[in-house]
């Protein structure tokens, strides 16, 4: 399908850079921008570039989630209780990308993204405010309470998930995003535990990044199983997105939770609008 | 004997998710010292299916790790996503 230079694998590793900066600091596997990349440089058939997109996601989520679980930034039980319903839609939803024309579903989903950006970026701009505000810093005995240290305000954030029935709903969402458009999920799953419940953006972020991994495998596997996965752009691919990753990690530690909501939000639009383009062309 | 707790668990994920990713690159690596495409193509596909068992490996530790934790509920959880991973080997074109 595709004869591979040198200048092709530095092209796809320095690419995977990018993604792994973009996807490990801001919880999305960076699907986004790899099917695109892949279709439109290296003229691979969609399916396939989802395909490899899915494989990157497995890539990134698994080394930015190694380090999160540890620091405590990832909630793990509410991944896991999430990733029920978003491993269910990513299944349904391969299935239908391999046999079906989604360009309904991409309509739809383009102009879910506007709302979802702008309830985002009118967050953010409460900057200072809302982010001394994020969390519970009084002392809580609740079962579900979970706590992680936040280098940049200096302090721990302790919170309380809400509206988990709502956000396991949604996620079915983050799942279809993923096995129909190669998206991971992340672009769902952080507004959903970010604005739905509660979570604060850096634990909604490193929760995501750990859950995309898990909705990029399920679909991954049937993607393999009917022979969708290029093993050679996957691997360079992989091997730039795993030192992006490791670089946005820092980022997402370091970085105020506003600035990384902000950057998200324009990011929303930005697809939304690229999406809705797509579909009139 | 030492109780088994939440941060053993979250340290054998976080490795096990290391590993999974570092063996992939380590043995896609090794796949381009072969000039034979097939011998390549076998061991690329190790690879690739070493990186996908991945996440399956961590919700197999996350379902025997909260057993162990006494917290039945979440390992439930796990192993349902384990039965829907297993179902979608079932999908075809």
């Keep these: 399908m595709l004869e591979l230079t040198i200048s092709h694998i530095f092209l796809i590793i320095i690419f995977g850079v990018f993604i792994g900066i973009i996807g490990s600091s801001m919880g999305i596997g960076g699907g986004a921008f790899i099917v695109p990349f892949f279709v439109l440089v290296f003229n691979i058939p969609i399916k396939y570039a989802i395909a490899v997109s899915l494989i990157s996601i497995i890539a990134t989520s698994s080394a930015v989630a190694s380090v999160n679980v540890e620091k405590g930034l990832t909630n793990v039980r509410l991944g896991i209780f999430l990733e029920m319903s978003m491993a269910i839609g990513s299944i349904v939803s391969t299935f239908i990308m391999m046999k079906a024309n989604s360009s309904i579903l991409h309509l739809l989903f383009s102009f879910m993204l506007l709302p979802v950006a702008l309830t985002m970026f009118l967050k953010a701009k409460k900057s200072k405010k809302a982010e001394h505000k994020e969390g519970i810093t009084s002392n809580n005995d609740d079962k579900n309470l979970s706590t992680f240290f936040d280098p940049s305000l200096g302090r721990n954030v302790s919170y309380v998930p809400k509206k988990l029935k709502a956000a396991f709903f949604f996620s079915f969402f983050g799942g279809v995003m993923s096995g129909l458009f190669g998206l991971g999920g992340g672009i769902v799953q952080v507004p959903v535990m970010n604005i739905l419940c509660g979570v604060p953006i850096k634990a909604a972020t490193a929760t995501s990044n750990f859950m995309i991994g898990l909705s990029a495998c399920a679909s991954a596997i049937i993607l393999y199983k009917n022979n969708y996965v290029i093993g050679d752009l996957a691997s360079f691919l992989v091997v730039g997105v795993v030192i992006g990753s490791m670089i946005g990690m820092k980022i997402l530690y370091r970085a105020k939770g506003s600035t990384i909501t902000m950057f998200f939000s324009f990011l929303l639009m930005f697809l939304s609008l690229k999406m809705m383009l797509d579909i009139f062309k | ?93």
């Design chain 2, 1 to 93: 004997m030492k109780k088994f707790t939440e941060k053993q668990l979250y340290e054998i994920i976080s490795k096990t998710l290391r590993n999974g990713v570092i063996l992939f690159i380590v043995i896609s690596f090794l796949s381009y010292l072969f000039k034979d495409p097939q011998i390549h193509k076998f061991i690329l596909d190790i690879a690739i299916m070493i990186l996908i068992s991945t996440p399956i490996m961590r919700i197999i530790i996350l379902a025997v790790g909260f057993y162990k934790l006494g917290d039945k509920k979440y390992s439930f959880y796990s192993f349902v996503i384990l039965v829907l991973l297993f179902l979608g080997l079932f999908i075809k074109k």
